[in-house]
């Protein structure tokens, strides 16, 4: 009994050093996005982003942090994605948002499919060539589509998925016609061929 006694009285000093170590941190990482809001609001997009990338590298140098602020871990990403999206980086937070899908929270990863789906749309809008554009388009419905499976009461998920899919549906509609249109050009051509060999 007094080894054991001795062992928990050993112990515990060690886990308040780790809770307390663990607060610290907390009270850090809390300064640390209240100087991200800051910076955004003062309209300093480049020290905003400084901040979340110096509290991101230290959940991956520290393995236990992300761990123990999971739901913390998640916001800094999201931060990073929507910040990135305001300023028009598509390409980064493509990136951000694919590298991290399964990183984060289940829900974080909705919020994730969100950004990477408007940022896919803004892929399209920007296409010169309309193939790459419907590309773009397709992989921003996929996105909205697994997005609003997840979160099905999601106004903002809901009205792009139908947004886009109208599009898609609009083209496609276009095409079948098109398609149509051809199809007769090439039965009238041909049928005017024929004429052409009978009386000739």
């Known amino acids: 009994m007094k080894i054991i006694a001795w062992s928990l009285r050993g112990a515990i000093p060690i886990v308040i050093l780790a809770l307390s170590a663990g607060l610290l941190y907390y009270d850090l990482l809390a300064r640390r996005m209240e100087a991200v809001v800051q910076a955004y609001q003062a309209n300093d997009p480049e020290q905003a982003l400084a901040r979340l990338d110096e509290t991101e590298s230290d959940f991956f140098r520290y393995g236990w942090l992300k761990r123990a602020f999971s739901d913390r871990y998640g916001q800094i990403v999201l931060d990073k994605i929507q910040l990135r999206y305001t300023r028009g980086e598509f390409d980064a937070v493509m990136d951000l948002a694919e590298s991290s899908k399964e990183k984060i929270s289940a829900r974080d990863a909705v919020r994730a499919r ?77 049928v005017q061929q024929k004429e052409v060999k009978i009386t000739g």
């Open 114 to 190: 969100f950004w990477l789906g408007n940022s896919y749309f803004r892929k399209a809008l920007g296409e010169k060539e309309p193939q790459a554009a419907l590309a773009w388009l397709h992989r921003a419905e996929k996105e909205y589509r697994e997005a609003l499976a997840a979160e099905p009461d999601d106004w903002d998920i809901k009205y792009n998925y139908e947004l886009v899919k109208t599009i898609l549906m609009a083209t496609e509609e276009k095409k079948e016609k098109l398609q149509k249109e051809v199809f007769d050009l090439l039965r009238e051509a041909d």
